[in-house]
């Protein structure tokens, strides 16, 4: 299994990024992919998630009405829109993907079994 994210970069406050993440080597359709990121010094803390059929996604407060996770299962594609970017968004972003064929995607990084490497994004005042 292997995830691979893109997109990443060095942006100003206020611009917009678009990550993508390309799964391989699982049934994409069956699972639920979240976004993850770690800003130097901090933990790794939950951003949105989307359940396996698209139709439900969860946002951690401080993205609401900024990030918008979608996916596309006949690509096996998952992605990540980010607008009015501040300097609080700055970390390296996960994508991950947990075997869960039910409506709610899980929040808890524990629930996920396959991360990426990760891609940087650095917001610049």
């Known amino acids: 299994v292997q995830l691979v994210e893109s997109g990443g970069g060095l942006v100003q406050v206020g611009d917009s990024l678009r990550l993508s993440c390309a799964p391989s080597?699982?049934?994409?359709?069956?699972?639920?992919m979240g976004w993850f990121r770690q800003a130097p010094g901090k933990e790794r803390e939950f951003v949105t998630a989307?359940?396996?059929?698209?139709?439900?996604?969860f946002y951690e407060d401080s993205v609401k009405g900024r990030f918008t996770i979608t996916r596309d299962n006949s690509q096996n594609t998952l992605s990540l829109e980010m607008n009015s970017l501040t300097p609080a968004d700055t970390a390296l972003y996960y994508c991950?993907?947990?075997?869960?064929?039910?409506?709610?995607?899980?929040?808890?990084?524990?629930?996920?079994?396959?991360w990426g490497q990760g891609t940087q994004v650095t917001v610049s005042s």
């Open positions: 989307i359940n396996w059929s698209g139709s439900m996604a």
């Open positions: 991950a993907a947990a075997y869960a064929h039910i409506p709610h995607p899980p929040r808890g990084a524990t629930a996920y079994q396959y």
């Open positions: 080597g699982l049934p994409f359709s069956l699972y639920a």
